[in-house]
């Protein structure tokens, strides 16, 4: 694909003269994501405090007297609205690589509105604030806010769509040097979208037999470069030169520092250490050494504390729940053959150590350790309620027990066994990054239908490769979402069994 074809298509078609490239211009408007994100979050948080002073003032239409002292109140509301803020945050609502898809669906913003306000209800009985308040208080302000944020997103988001389609997020990046890192850079910017708008390939190289352009037209020099920075036709620029040309790539950098652009070095090496679809790849700095991130915490800040409680609150739940049906299966067990209720099997969990995973046995043998052999259609050792046990998952509830003493996650890549870990180890290269967190009851690839047996190295690669997107994406809505999911499309499944 050629550089005209990432324009505009008007620009497009004037384009290339002599080899150069119409850049697009100046005035162009740009939108930053991170501020239109907080601008939203702002707006949200607007939403639910008139939706208090709403709330109030209907109180007293009804006649409905509020004995909360106006200082008191003030706090409740402003507690509130911080809170909200913080979970919709959580929930992904201010997600900058999709600002311009802002959700307006009610049941992701109620869920946010009733996990905030649960909270806040919780705190305010505490202190005994929320007995001095209408019993309707709450509800009518929750159901208010909802509604409002519902019409709030619904405007923003049509505005937000509109302003996408006129290019306002859209990045415009220029490359400085021509050759395999500003093609590889080339085709990212052909797949990722609107994001990126790759305006021009620099190089002051003129000698056709020293670079390799692979048909990318050349818009310039380093000195059009600059111009072009400096009228406002670039907002980023990528320093692309073998890791060899160190000395020239820090005086083009100097050059290029009086631009009000953001500027990157991406030098060959660098390029071939980064997995081209990965985004967590960011350059950072320890006093004067300049580094390049491979990758970060999978779990980083707030998100072990969340994740534990979710495993927690909800796990806690549904034991109680499932504790009938799990004494029911206990009993079908014992009278349908000979052996334990439980079959207890050594599995690798965080950071690959061992953990015993409990299981309702639905087998006639107890293979653990190196004899392991994967259960497969119509397998003989498979008995009568063992069959329907794991047709439905219901062998899997007492991992609940793993999730509640922290050794489990309710979502997260499913726990295999030590010899099929070691087995498929050495042939997939990316296959022990699983164990960056801990296994799960349920998790991505399983909604998504890779579960049960894994005949081939490529299903067990399509696999291994949903639980790392689940990895590096995670977030409480995407476990949530799992959650939900699970159900219809992980317990019963064509491979279950």
Not at 100 to 111: K, N
Not at 263 to 272: F, L
Not at 322 to 332: D, I, S
Request: aromatic share 6%; proline share 5%.
């Amino acid at each position: 694909m050629s550089v005209e074809r990432l324009l505009d298509p008007i620009s497009a078609r004037s384009a290339i003269t002599s080899g150069y490239v119409a850049l697009p211009q100046a005035d162009a408007p740009r939108w930053s994501r991170r501020v239109t994100a907080d601008i939203v979050s702002f707006l949200d948080i607007a939403v639910i405090l008139i939706s208090a002073m709403l709330t109030g003032l209907l109180h007293d239409l009804w006649g409905l007297r509020v004995v909360v002292p106006p200082l008191a109140l003030a706090q409740i509301c402003l507690i509130t609205a911080a809170t909200t803020h913080f979970v919709l945050r959580q929930l992904a609502h201010y997600d900058i690589e999709r600002i311009d898809q802002v959700t307006a669906s009610p049941g992701r913003l109620g869920l946010g509105l009733v996990i905030s306000f649960s909270i806040v209800i919780a705190t305010a009985h505490t202190l005994g604030v929320a007995d001095r308040l209408p019993k309707a208080w709450f509800p009518v302000w929750l159901g208010g806010t909802l509604a409002l944020l519902v019409i709030e997103r619904f405007a923003v988001r049509m505005v937000l769509k509109r302003a996408g389609r006129r290019g306002v997020f859209v990045s415009n990046v220029a490359v400085y040097g021509a050759g395999r890192i500003a093609h590889k850079l080339e085709e990212h910017v052909a797949r990722s979208g609107a994001a990126l708008r790759l305006v021009g390939i620099y190089d002051d190289r003129a000698d056709p037999a020293r670079i390799d352009t692979q048909g990318l037209p050349i818009a310039g020099r380093l000195e059009d470069l600059i111009r072009d920075g400096r009228e406002g036709l670039i907002d980023e620029i990528v320093i692309a030169l073998p890791q060899t040309a160190d000395h020239r790539i820090a005086g083009i950098a100097r050059r290029l520092e009086q631009l009000p652009v953001r500027i990157r070095v991406c030098t060959q090496i660098s390029s071939d250490l980064v997995d081209l679809d990965a985004r967590s790849h960011k350059v950072s700095s320890i006093g004067p050494l300049g580094l390049l991130d491979l990758k970060s915490n999978p779990l980083p800040d707030w998100a072990p504390f969340l994740k534990r409680v979710e495993d927690v609150v909800i796990s806690s739940v549904a034991l109680a729940l499932a504790l009938p049906v799990m004494l029911v299966v206990a009993a079908l067990i014992k009278l349908d053959s000979r052996g334990p209720v439980f079959f207890r099997q050594k599995r690798h969990g965080l950071n690959h150590r061992v953990i015993e995973v409990l299981k309702f046995r639905t087998m006639r043998v107890m293979e653990d350790g190196a004899g392991v052999r994967q259960a497969t259609r119509d397998d003989p050792r498979i008995t009568r309620v063992g069959r329907i046990l794991r047709k439905t998952s219901l062998d899997e509830l007492p991992q609940l027990i793993n999730i509640i003493r922290g050794e489990m996650s309710l979502v997260g890549p499913r726990p295999h066994a030590i010899v099929h870990n070691e087995q498929y180890g050495e042939m997939l290269e990316r296959y022990a990054n699983r164990h960056q967190v801990k296994p799960g009851l349920t998790g991505w690839a399983q909604v998504n239908g890779f579960r049960g047996e894994t005949r081939t190295p490529e299903a067990m690669e399509a696999r291994v490769e949903h639980d790392l997107y689940y990895i590096d994406n995670w977030s409480l809505w995407l476990d949530l979402r799992i959650l939900a999911l699970t159900p219809l499309y992980g317990f019963v499944h064509r491979n279950a069994f």
